[in-house]
């Protein structure tokens, strides 16, 4: 059914026309997958500094699991001691682990007091999911608080001990979430509910989502705040400069 809704958007959204003529545009921001999986793999990875390009970011991505910086170089290392490691997911999952692998030797213990922040945007705001207090042995699993949704896994350390170093990182999804198609529509009907110091359609989008009533929303970028709907969006004009309507389509 979700598959048949997104490609009749599809259809519609060919049918663009300018002028006086209304339009509907369309953009897919997520789509579903079976079973679990690691969605973190060879997603665009970032830290806050590189100390030798084998130690770049994205090695704690690239599925290899050995440990080994120094032969098989397929370990992250930051040169200075405060440093965060954060992967991008490329769109809003369900997450129930963080799993981090440790560098194998005498050097491992570098890795301790290990914290996993979550969040829906890049800019934040972050949540403190999971705190591993002490030295990391070989690796570790982050069992995330129930019903966890992120985007952004950022891995830092409180306090920070020397460099941050990882040889990979795993983020376990057992499903994408839902779907969102962003239109050119007036909304006419009266919202279902406001939610204010919402920073992004995104996280507008997330809103609807957990309430089972809600079918789409409104951005307004100007004064931040989220709109939910029970009505579905409809073709119409050209919403406001500084507003964003989604139409959700959630995924069991």
Request: aromatic share 10%.
């Amino acid at each position: 059914m979700l598959r048949k809704t997104l490609n009749e958007l599809l259809r519609i959204s060919k049918m663009t026309s300018f002028g006086h003529v209304n339009f509907l545009w369309l953009f897919v921001s997520s789509i579903q997958y079976a079973g679990a999986r690691n969605v973190a793999l060879g997603k665009p990875a970032y830290q806050t500094d590189t100390f030798s390009q084998d130690t770049t970011a994205d090695k704690a991505v690239d599925g290899n699991t050995s440990g080994n910086l120094l032969y098989d170089k397929s370990c992250t290392h930051t040169l200075s001691s405060d440093a965060t490691w954060s992967v991008d997911l490329g769109a809003i999952y369900q997450v129930s682990t963080v799993t981090i692998y440790n560098r194998n030797g005498d050097t491992s213990v570098r890795l301790r007091n290990v914290e996993v922040f979550i969040g829906l945007d890049k800019d934040g705001p972050y949540s403190l999911a999971g705190f591993h207090e002490g030295v990391v042995g070989a690796s570790y699993t982050f069992t995330m608080p129930p019903n966890s949704q992120a985007r952004y896994v950022n891995i830092t350390r409180n306090p920070p001990y020397q460099r941050l170093t990882l040889c990979e990182v795993e983020v376990e999804s057992p499903s994408s979430k839902f779907a969102t198609s962003s239109m050119a529509k007036i909304q006419n009907s009266t919202p279902l509910a406001t939610i204010s110091n919402v920073r992004s359609p995104i996280g507008c989008a997330y809103a609807c989502h957990m309430d089972l009533k809600c079918l789409s929303t409104n951005f307004n970028a100007a004064t931040l705040t989220c709109d939910l709907f029970e009505t579905p969006l409809e073709i119409g004009d050209a919403s406001p400069a500084s507003s964003e309507y989604t139409a959700i389509s959630c995924v069991p």
